[in-house]
């Protein structure tokens, strides 16, 4: 039997949970809802927010961002607190765990506006750095502007390591100024604005788990 959690302590037989207010974890993993109570949503997360459900420095999480009429939903992947854009939480186990797995490849977009920046900067960008031991894949770059030594860029990777576009960015001699995710796999942040959110239809779902190469 798997290891349960509830709210951070390990599960012992007898113990009560809720799952509609208490975070149980099996193998660390969000206990999978009853098929009619799966939720997902897409939040424009805003800088300055965490992605966490708690935190124990009282700064802004991304659960405050959604009403206390929604079930309790999970953080899939994070942005750092100083990055914003499209974010998805769910309380359906199995589809974060496509979307996180690392065969999953799903492509993530992101605009980055930098300093620093030097013709040709966008090559350096492009190269296939290793990153937490693990070389990743020749970024997908787009040159939006530049102008005395600013720039902006569209920049899509697959892999999802801690920080990667900073750390990309700092390989390619540049100083990140603003970092904001604009799509992951099929769905794009659109019109939303920051701390705005909507559910996914359930074509988004299925497109999701297509993208991820992980099969229906």
């Known amino acids: 039997m798997g290891k349960v959690t509830v709210n951070g302590d390990l599960a012992r037989l007898g113990d009560t949970a ?12 969000p206990l999978p809802p009853p098929p009619d109570q799966a939720t997902t949503v897409l939040i424009y997360k805003p800088r300055g927010v965490v992605t966490t459900l708690n935190d124990e420095r009282g700064r802004p999480t991304v659960a405050d961002l959604l009403p206390p009429e929604l079930p309790r939903l999970f953080p899939v992947g994070r942005l750092d607190q100083f990055s914003e854009g499209l974010l998805l939480m769910t309380n359906d186990g199995e589809l974060a765990n496509r979307l996180t797995h690392p065969a999953g490849e799903i492509r993530k977009t992101y605009h980055l506006w930098v300093s620093g920046w030097q013709p040709g900067a966008e090559d350096l960008l492009r190269r296939p750095i290793v990153l937490d031991g693990c070389r990743i894949r020749p970024p997908l770059v787009r040159l939006v502007w530049q102008r005395e030594g600013i720039a902006k860029l569209e920049i899509t990777i697959h892999e999802g390591r801690n920080r990667q576009i900073r750390r990309m960015a700092e390989a390619a001699r540049l100083t990140v100024t603003r970092l904001k995710r604009v799509a992951e796999g099929p769905l794009a942040l659109g019109d939303l604005k920051p701390g705005q959110w909507r559910r996914l239809k359930e074509a988004e779902i299925l497109a999701l788990r297509a993208e991820t190469h992980m099969g229906l």
Do not use: K, S, W
């Open 18 to 29: 809720d799952p509609a207010v208490d975070e149980i974890l099996v193998e660390g993993r």
